[in-house]
Nanobody, 124 residues
Framework: QVQLVESGGGLVQTGGSLRLSCAAS????????MGWFRQAPGKEREFVAA????????YYAESVKGRFTISRDIAKSTVYLQMNSLKPEDTAVYYC?????????????????WGQGTQVTVSS
């Protein structure tokens, strides 16, 4: 069982930055890839970014490419999402998720563990 706890959300003005963190409850992270998703009010949850735990390859949704950066600290069992040049349309609840490295559907599917979410609000 993997427990994920997000933090770092908040209110920021357009053009501002935030860094989200996701701490995992166990250190056996070599068997999980990590991702960030978001869900805006009235919309379906959408993929934002993902990182391979082994090797650190990353993948981004087109809407955030060049503005967001996903990274991980293996020693701390933590994954980050650095969000720059934020826009009002980035407003959503952001979720951290973990997928077994053997799962199919990389990078947008196969996630089996989810955090509780953290709210990000970008004011215009």
């Amino acid at each position: 069982q993997v427990q994920l706890v997000e933090s770092g959300g908040g209110l920021v003005q357009t053009g501002g930055s935030l860094r989200l963190s996701c701490a995992a409850s166990r250190r056996t992270f070599s068997t999980y890839d990590m991702g960030w998703f978001r869900q805006a009010p009235g919309k379906e949850r959408e993929f934002v970014a993902a990182i391979k735990w082994s090797g650190g390859s990353t993948y981004y949704a087109e809407s955030v490419k060049g503005r967001f950066t996903i990274s991980r600290d293996i020693a701390k069992s933590t994954v980050y999402l650095q969000m720059n040049s934020l826009k009002p349309e980035d407003t959503a609840v952001y979720y951290c998720a973990a997928r077994p490295v053997t799962a199919t559907g990389w990078p947008t599917r196969g996630y089996t563990y989810w955090g509780q979410g953290t709210q990000v609000t970008v004011s215009s």
